[in-house]
């Protein structure tokens, strides 16, 4: 069974409204397309939180509006790291039918044979491009790194048979590689009998935003 967010119609649009919908348990959002007017919306918190841990960044679910279902995806969120809580949305209504482009984590699996002998993992692109149908976008990138050795790397041509999508990046472009560890210089030695040499130095002359959607909106 799919799943079903339920929204309602957001009609005031004024600041001090938005504060008393999240103190309610709700989170102001805005449903949007290409063949959709950009419609002011709320959601539940707590039903939202349910939806996201379900089906992620980038998979689509349903919006229900007042009796009309849309096939959305969560193309925006603002959230307040202080207080843990959601201050805006943006939902984007897709077309099953045409391909879209989006932004896929990577994620790393394994240990690299290489950092076991000292190297060090490093992760160039932590978000590749994809084009897929909405619904075989992938969660993420996962790329095992197991076999990487020292001065190895996985370049985007090395990344194949993971999904039914293409990617937009460069195929020469590194994702992630295996650096030789850091060496740390030896300290000269100092010959015995010998005073440090001393320089004498010359003394010189005497830092939030609110969404582009709610500016939008009013």
């Given at each position: 069974m799919a799943t079903v967010l339920q929204a309602v119609d957001r009609k005031d649009l004024r600041g001090s409204r938005l504060n008393k919908i999240r103190q309610s348990g709700g989170i102001p959002a805005v449903?949007?397309?290409?063949?959709?007017?950009?419609t002011p919306v709320t959601v539940d918190e707590i039903e939202f939180i349910k939806t996201y841990r379900e089906v992620g960044k980038t998979g689509v679910f349903k919006?229900?509006?007042?009796?009309?279902?849309?096939?959305?995806?969560?193309?925006?969120?603002?959230?307040?790291?202080?207080?843990?809580?959601?201050i805006h949305l943006d939902f984007y209504a897709v077309d099953m039918k045409s391909e879209l482009?989006?932004?896929?984590?990577?994620n790393l699996t394994g240990e690299a044979k290489g950092a076991k002998e000292g190297g060090v993992v490093q992760l160039a692109a932590y978000e590749l491009s994809v084009r897929a149908l909405p619904a075989n976008l992938p969660d993420s990138i996962n790329l095992d790194?197991?076999?990487?050795?020292?001065?190895?790397?996985?370049?985007?041509?090395?990344?194949?048979?993971?999904?039914e999508f293409e990617f937009n990046n460069d195929?020469?472009?590194?994702?992630?590689?295996?650096?030789?560890?850091?060496?740390?210089?030896e300290e000269p030695a100092a010959e015995e009998g010998a005073e440090p040499e001393l320089v004498d130095a010359e003394e010189g002359d005497g830092e939030g935003n609110e969404e582009k959607s709610e500016n939008n909106e009013s």
């Open positions: 449903l949007y397309g290409k063949t959709l007017d950009t919006l229900d509006k007042d009796g009309k279902k849309y096939d959305v995806m969560i193309y925006d969120m603002q959230v307040d790291r202080i207080k843990n809580e959601f482009d989006a932004d896929i984590p990577v790194v197991s076999d990487l050795d020292i001065n190895d790397s996985i370049q985007v041509k090395d990344i194949k048979g993971v999904g195929p020469e472009e590194v994702v992630v590689s295996v650096l030789p560890p850091t060496e740390e210089p």
